[in-house]
């Protein structure tokens, strides 16, 4: 299984000029009648951030772990902390991840929809949707697997590994 996502937010408690910060810093969009926030991809960072006027930030990219993920989001705080001295990084929490697996063969997603009690209408989308606990697991017939709504670490050992381990028992 690889992580593809993972999603940060936090607050710098300050009020952010997002014209200001957009001339100030590489790579940033800021057009406000499209969306109200500051769109930010530093290519020494990696991943994107968007930087909200009223100091809430969200950064989100490819990340190999968790804490990867995290020490992103304070790269990206630090700098705008240089900016913003009188702001505090506070409230930092995970809200999401999503990654993808790849099973050792393809799956039959007929026997599997009924045997597993899952969603599959391949008239609307050709995967088979199976939600465990929050988690959606997204199975191709070829065998790849697109996991998204992972909270908390504890999920990839309660409810992650165990789906794969049981989804690979109906690969061919």
């Known amino acids: 299984m690889r992580l593809t996502n993972i999603v940060y937010s936090a607050n710098i408690r300050c009020t952010i000029d997002l014209q200001m910060l957009c001339q100030r810093v590489e790579n940033a969009r800021y057009h406000p009648q499209?969306?109200?926030?500051?769109?930010?991809?530093?290519?020494?960072?990696?991943?994107?951030?968007?930087?909200?006027?009223?100091?809430?930030?969200?950064?989100?990219?490819?990340?190999?772990?968790?804490?990867?993920?995290?020490?992103?989001?304070k790269q990206y705080a630090r700098r705008l902390l240089h900016f913003y001295p009188h702001g505090k990084l506070t409230d930092v929490k995970r809200l999401t991840a999503s990654a993808c697996h790849e099973l050792s063969g393809s799956l039959i997603l007929d026997n599997l929809a009924r045997e597993a009690k899952a969603s599959f209408h391949p008239e609307i989308f050709p995967a088979l949707?199976?939600?465990k606990e929050g988690v959606t697991f997204s199975c191709f017939h070829s065998g790849k697997i697109i996991i998204t709504g992972i909270k908390r670490t504890k999920d990839l050992d309660r409810i992650v590994y165990p789906t794969i381990i049981e989804l690979e028992l109906y690969t061919t």
């Open 34 to 73: 499209r969306f109200p926030a500051l769109i930010w991809k530093d290519s020494h960072f990696g991943g994107n951030c968007l930087v909200f006027s009223n100091g809430k930030i969200n950064c989100n990219g490819r990340a190999a772990t968790f804490r990867e993920g995290r020490r992103r989001l």
């Open 129 to 131: 949707v199976l939600k």
